[in-house]
Each structure stands twice: as C-alpha cells, then as structure tokens.
C-alpha cells in the first residue's frame, strides 16, 4: 500500500473515532459531519492507490466513481453513502432548519465503519 494511501486510512480512522465521539456526546448533526469525512479519506485512500489525486469534495466523489463504483472494483453502494453523506453534512453544517437524529448519524457511522474496512480489504489484496 502506498503511504499516502495508508496515511488517509488513518485520517480516516480519526474522523470515524470523532463521529462515534460526537453522536455518544448527543451532537448527531456534527457526528454526522466526521463521518461524512471518513468516507471522504476512505475515498481518498483507494484513490491514491491508483496515484489519482484531488482536493476538491466533488472532484473526489466523481473519481472514485469512475475508478471504483462504476468498474465494480467496490460495490457501487459506497459511492451513493459517499454522496448522500456529503448532502448530511452540508445540510448539518449550513441549514438552519435541518434536524438531524441521532439515528441519522448513527446510520452514516455504521455505514463509514463498513466502507473503511472495506478499503482496508482492498488495499490489503492489492499489496
């Protein structure tokens, strides 16, 4: 595994360890913003695996889709988690009327933990 890969792994991992934090803190609309992040990292991981590279939000979201979800080198779900975490984190962080539950956050959380072991699976075949 190539370093920059291993060290958005653990990027990863600190977000996923702060969102479990934040919900287990009753702060659902923040936990949901660190686990948004860990798929962000987690995307970014496999991403530098393949040395493909990008700072924006979206510019990840649509390579990983190109590169992972839509070769079937990772189950497509992931992309769509990814996308929809990113729709909870802005609506958490800029709308002033957004809920969001604990069992919202919780949801995203599981579903960051699954996508980052799933990461760790594939870059661990791939070395």
Avoid at 82 to 93: E, K, M, N, T, V
Avoid at 105 to 115: D, H, M, P, V
Wanted: charge should be neutral; proline fraction near 2%.
């Amino acid at each position: 595994m190539r370093d920059e890969a291993a060290w958005f792994l653990r990027k990863s991992a600190r977000a996923l360890r702060a969102a479990e934090t934040l919900l287990a803190a009753n702060d659902p609309e923040t936990a949901v913003g660190r686990a948004y992040y860990c798929m962000l990292h987690t995307a970014q991981a496999l991403l530098r695996e393949k040395d493909v590279r990008f700072r924006k939000h979206s510019s990840v979201h649509g390579a990983f889709g190109q590169h992972f979800a839509k070769t079937g080198l990772i189950d497509p779900k992931f992309h769509r988690w990814l996308l929809d975490s990113y729709d909870d984190r802005i609506r958490g962080d800029y709308d002033t009327e957004c809920v969001i539950g604990a069992e919202s956050a919780s949801l995203r959380i599981e579903q960051a933990r699954e996508f980052l072991q799933t990461a760790r699976q594939w870059l661990e075949v791939q070395a």
